[in-house]
């Protein structure tokens, strides 16, 4: 949810600095890529450890997978998401 936050606050910002409303977004996505999956890829690190245990691995791959997965969907699906929600149309090149 937090990461859902930064990411449409950044779109925002990039909409009021008048940037185009696709550019905003794809530019937004970029930006904010490589902190989003940093993030991500440390929890996993995280929990290398604690999936090494033989009463709490089994929770330790269900959390591995969920933040690998939702740092995917972050990636992906909100940025499109965002796109169709507000039908943002491409710029038009003369």
Known sequence: MRNTRIL???VTDNFEARMSP????????ALRARPFVLTALVAVLAFVPLSQDSFWGPLAYVLIGGVAVGTLIMRLF?????????????????
């Open 22 to 29: 696709l550019g905003g977004v794809v530019e937004a996505a």
């Open 78 to 94: 909100v940025p499109a998401l965002h796109d169709l929600w507000f039908r943002h149309q491409p710029a038009a090149t003369a």
């Open 8 to 10: 449409t606050q950044q």
